[in-house]
């Protein structure tokens, strides 16, 4: 049974997991940039507004990308108090302009305290859980004052929550992808580790694929999803994030 899963899996893999894909994806935003630190930056705006209607999420990630001259890592360093103007008055479903601007700020301190984003990452993992990671991250961006309407913005795993942009976001910085969708520019941290990205349409898949039983789509379902998906692929377990994905949204499993 587990076997038939994997070959069907598989060709969805294939069918999505493609240069093709990128366009329609806030994947494209970060692919807008060659550089480490311009990706991962890019990376984690666009993946923090990733929710709602495509076409806004792409449009408004295109609007930060141009508020900062199209090299985010040095407006973030270099930055003016007028060049912040525009972000004052960003709106995005709830994220609005203050957390826009708390976002730079956070950001500026990480890059001057640490070499890259990658690093805030591997160091909050010693014993390889993602989950973890991802807390100390969180910890980290949220060290300075900052209103706490911004601390929503930011999943907190130990909420119990799926951290479903998060995880979105550290798939394409570590999923190591031959087919030139995700980065793999994060090389101390190895894709085994990866949680798969979990909302409504890829767990109504995989509940019926029986790759998932629990009901609610928090931390303990994410777990479980990637358990099963692990058995499948134990080197490359969110390469099925593509396809489970691609078969609720776009085949109406």
């Given at each position: 049974m587990a076997e038939d899963i994997k070959v069907f899996l598989d060709k969805y893999v294939k069918k999505y997991n493609k240069p093709s894909f990128i366009e329609t994806d806030p994947i494209s935003i970060p692919?807008?940039?060659?550089?480490?630190?311009?990706?991962?930056?890019?990376?984690?705006?666009?993946?923090?507004?990733?929710?709602?209607?495509?076409?806004?999420?792409?449009?408004?990630?295109?609007?930060?990308?141009?508020w900062m001259d199209y090299a985010p890592y040095d407006f973030l360093m270099n930055h003016t108090d007028k060049d912040l103007k525009p972000f004052s008055s960003f709106v995005h479903r709830t994220f609005n302009g203050d957390d826009a601007l708390y976002f730079i700020s956070a950001l500026r301190k990480i890059y001057t305290d640490y070499p890259d984003m990658e690093a805030v990452f591997s160091e909050g993992m010693p014993n390889g859980n993602m989950f973890d990671a991802i807390v100390h991250f969180r910890n980290i961006f949220f060290a300075e004052d900052h209103l706490r309407r911004t601390q929503k913005h930011v999943s907190n795993p130990d909420s119990g929550s799926a951290a479903k942009r998060l995880n979105m976001f550290l798939r394409w910085m570590i999923r190591e992808d031959k087919a030139g969708v995700d980065f793999g520019c994060w090389t101390s941290i190895s894709p085994e580790v990866l949680l798969c990205p979990l909302d409504v349409h890829s767990g109504r898949t995989a509940r019926k694929l029986g790759l998932l039983t629990r009901t609610q789509d928090d931390r303990r379902a994410v777990e479980e999803l990637t358990g099963s998906l692990r058995l499948l692929h134990p080197k490359d377990p969110v390469q099925y994030d593509f396809a489970l994905y691609g078969l609720g949204v776009f085949e109406k499993f």
């Open positions: 692919h807008l940039f060659t550089d480490k630190k311009n990706r991962e930056i890019a990376g984690f705006l666009v993946a923090s507004i990733a929710w709602g209607q495509r076409k806004t999420i792409l449009n408004n990630g295109q609007k930060l990308m141009a």
